[in-house]
């Protein structure tokens, strides 16, 4: 019997990727994460936000908070209630780097903004890039 060696599959292996398809991928990723702080930067001084934790849990639960803008680097128990409440009521997510980014937007501290008109929420969700983005899983 000849002696054949099976290749073992190493979990290291790595995947060759053209880097002209890296490069766009990584310029579509950067233009979304730039266009919301754009457009959250042109609209904050509108009257479609609501600010803050509690006021948007309120507003998710009364059906009006149709959009949530979480920061990646908000409390976990806040991230844990937005995700048990879209189970049950129905309203998108986009997550942001950090919480900074709203604090140097709005120049106030806020953890959470809400967005409450369908028409602003398909507004920003068709100029980042689809029907539901979000920047983490």
Do not use: A, C
């Not at 908070?65 to 937005?82: A, G, N, Q, R, T």
């Amino acid at each position: 019997k000849k002696n054949k060696k099976k290749k073992k599959k190493n979990k290291h292996n790595k995947i060759k990727i053209n880097i002209e398809i890296l490069l766009k991928m990584i310029s579509i990723l950067d233009k979304s994460e730039q266009s919301i702080d754009k457009i959250l930067i042109g609209m904050r001084n509108s009257e479609y936000f609501i600010y803050g934790v509690d006021d948007n849990i309120e507003g998710v639960k009364r059906d009006k908070v149709k959009l949530i803008i979480l920061p990646k680097d908000v409390k976990e128990k806040y991230k844990e209630e937005f995700l048990n409440l879209r189970e049950k009521y129905k309203f998108k997510i986009i997550y942001i780097e950090k919480q900074e980014q709203l604090t140097d937007i709005f120049s106030r501290n806020v953890n959470v903004i809400g967005v409450f008109d369908k028409s602003v929420v398909r507004g920003i969700l068709k100029k980042i890039g689809g029907d539901e983005w979000e920047y983490m899983n």
